[in-house]
């Protein structure tokens, strides 16, 4: 139950700052919040589209599976599928996945690639530590 509750609080989460910035009522913070963008293309806006664009979903949801498979569905990996799972809720219903958050040069991002990222960071780091731990 604890688990679901984390991937809600993500999704929700991840789905109101979006709906707010589509509404334009995020205030800018230093320029933090302010442009919001239609991502049609993956991470980083890595075109992607058509059978492609389904074939790179369905390898990546095996191989998740697998390590999901093979893990205890750690904090780390709950907080990649939330995300994950939140901007296809963004492509089912928009065509495309809502960024709004700008950071001086990187691309635009949203909540949920936040998660997916630091969530596969941490869970790569916390894999490596417990490795080292055990040998």
């Known amino acids: 139950m604890k688990k679901a ?3 809600i609080v ?3 989460t991840d789905q109101i700052t979006k709906y707010l910035a589509i509404k334009d009522l995020l205030s800018p913070m ?3 919040f302010g442009f919001v963008s239609c991502n ?3 991470s980083w806006s890595i075109p992607l ?6 074939v790179a979903w369905l390898v990546s949801a095996l191989i998740f599976i697998a390590v999901l498979n093979k893990t205890n ?5 709950l907080g990649s599928f939330a995300g994950a799972l939140s901007n296809a809720i963004d492509r089912i219903y928009h065509g495309c996945v809502i960024d709004f958050i700008s950071i001086r040069q990187f691309p635009l991002f949203n909540i949920a690639d936040s998660c997916i990222t630091v969530g596969i960071m941490l869970f790569l780091l916390s894999t490596y530590i417990s ?3 055990n040998k």
């Open 5 to 7: 509750i984390v991937v």
């Open 10 to 12: 993500i999704i929700a």
């Open 30 to 32: 230093d320029g933090l």
């Open 40 to 42: 049609p293309n993956i």
């Open 49 to 54: 589209s058509g059978t492609t664009l389904a």
């Open 73 to 77: 569905w750690d904090v780390f990996l």
């Open 131 to 133: 490795n080292k731990k």
